[in-house]
């Protein structure tokens, strides 16, 4: 596609539902990224993978969120058992690779998720 | 672990002024990149510029251009002409060079920047 796509663009859910947040990266990108955004926040690292293995985890902020990405394409971040405090913008980003190109992302429109 | 600083949680410049957002980052590597990232009210995050820590020369992309102080930590993006929409989020970020698993994008908290006509 001509961009990051990311769906759904808003998402309600009440505490202790499960959420799926999806992400289709720019076709070819080989490395993507998911941040979190709070609201007045900068960016907060959550993970991301090269091809579909995701070397880094390190950003996960508890056992009730996990991702995967299938095909070197889409990928999916789950939160289970929604909490209060997982209210934010969650984005995603892809870049061609993660040589020297790698810090040019490109990002979605990212997903305003709101738990009641 | 890398951190990344801007001190200016607002700004505001009059149009077709100049206006220089402020950033410091923490590291003990010696090679890296830098970037100003932009994020308007669409939430999309557009990269401005980018910066290679080997390179002396700073970057520079039309309006844009950066003053890379590599000694002092100091990473500024200045805006030239400012036009309304320069009115954004901006964001600062640093990446590690050097492999390994460390590709992660460290992110400022952002400067909010505000175009006055």
């Known amino acids: 596609g001509a961009g990051v796509s990311q769906s759904p663009s808003n998402k309600v859910t009440e505490k202790g539902k499960d959420v799926e947040l999806r992400c289709d990266p720019i076709s070819g990108h080989t490395a993507l990224y998911w941040y979190r955004q709070r609201l007045g926040q900068g960016l907060e690292f959550l993970i991301y993978f090269q091809g579909n293995s995701a070397p880094d985890k390190s950003g996960l902020p508890s056992d009730r969120f996990s991702a995967e990405r299938t095909g070197e394409s889409v990928s999916t971040l789950t939160i289970q058992r929604t909490q209060q405090e997982d209210s934010a913008v969650y984005l995603c980003?892809?870049?061609?690779?993660?040589?020297?190109?790698?810090?040019?992302?490109?990002f979605g429109s990212g997903t305003q998720l709101s738990v009641l | 672990a890398q951190t990344v600083t801007q001190s200016q949680p607002e700004m505001s410049v009059q149009e077709a002024e100049t206006v220089t957002l402020s950033c410091t980052y923490d590291?003990?590597?010696?090679?890296?990149?830098l970037f100003w990232y932009k994020q308007p009210p669409s939430r999309q995050m557009i990269l401005v510029i980018r910066?290679?820590?080997?390179?002396?020369q700073n970057a520079t992309e039309n309006r844009f251009s950066v003053n890379f102080q590599k000694a002092a930590k100091s990473f500024s993006l200045k805006i030239s002409d400012s036009q309304l929409g320069d009115a954004a989020m901006y964001f600062c970020a640093y990446r590690s060079a050097g492999g390994g698993s460390n590709y992660k994008l460290t992110f400022g908290k952002g400067t909010l920047l505000t175009v006055n006509p």
């Open positions: 980003a892809s870049s061609l690779d993660l040589g020297v190109t790698g810090g040019k992302l490109f």
């Open positions: 910066q290679e820590a080997y390179k002396q």
């Open positions: 590291t003990s590597e010696s090679d890296y990149y």
